[in-house]
């Protein structure tokens, strides 16, 4: 029987005050492909995952989870989202106007 479990950083952008962040959450997870049926996948598997804000401070995070655990059937993945949503897009299930490119964030 296959364990069928990850270690896996959700990348996602925000934007306080008209500047653009990255965030990172973290969690140990089964059947992660889960993630890519829907955005209510992706939000109830990372709702409740610690967050941080440098990719460094993510990774560490996710090495020492894997101690935790032990090793992991897929090892470690890295997801985005596919159309670059918030975290507060996948949370309310919204999409906000951000215009053809980056050009509104000083």
């Known amino acids: 029987m296959s364990a069928d479990d990850s270690i896996a950083i959700f990348c996602s952008t ?6 653009r962040f990255q965030e990172f959450r973290v969690i140990w997870a089964q059947a992660i ?3 890519y049926h829907s955005d209510e ?3 109830n ?5 610690p967050v941080f804000d440098t990719y460094q401070s ?3 995070y996710a090495n020492q989870l894997e101690q935790t655990k032990g090793p992991t059937e897929t090892g470690l993945i890295i997801i ?3 159309e670059n949503k918030t975290w507060d897009e996948i949370k309310l299930n ?3 106007p951000r215009g053809n490119d980056d050009t509104h964030i000083q």
């Open 80 to 82: 985005t989202h596919p």
């Open 94 to 96: 919204k999409t906000y």
């Open 14 to 19: 925000v934007y306080p005050e008209s500047k």
């Open 45 to 49: 598997y990372f709702k409740n995952a």
């Open 41 to 43: 996948y992706l939000f």
């Open 58 to 60: 993510a990774l560490l």
């Open 33 to 35: 492909e889960n993630v």
